[in-house]
């Protein structure tokens, strides 16, 4: 069951690590921009708040459907470690 649940945050990031790792220097944004800071800093700049929620329900979005793919995986596998 922890497995499972552990997949779905795979998309989940430290957004205070990576926050605080590039203190707003653009040098670094290819090397730790993730989907956290992403939102963060497009609601920040842009103002879009749209697009940052888009954003926020595809990480979601894709989590979910990780966990549902994980557990068919393990129902197929053994039915008693399934969560449902």
């Known amino acids: 069951m922890m497995t499972i649940l552990g997949i779905g945050k795979i998309f989940n990031s430290d957004f205070g690590?990576?926050?605080?790792?590039?203190?707003?220097?653009?040098?670094?944004?290819?090397?730790?921009?993730?989907?956290?800071?992403?939102v963060y800093r497009?609601?920040?700049?842009?103002g879009d708040v749209g697009m940052s929620s888009a954003v926020g329900f595809y990480q979601s979005v894709v989590g979910?459907?990780?966990v549902l793919t994980a557990n068919t995986i393990i129902r197929k596998i053994d039915k008693d470690s399934a969560m449902f």
């Open 64 to 66: 979910f459907i990780l």
């Open 42 to 46: 497009a609601l920040k700049v842009t």
């Open 17 to 38: 690590l990576f926050f605080q790792a590039t203190m707003d220097s653009s040098a670094l944004y290819p090397v730790t921009d993730v989907l956290d800071t992403y």
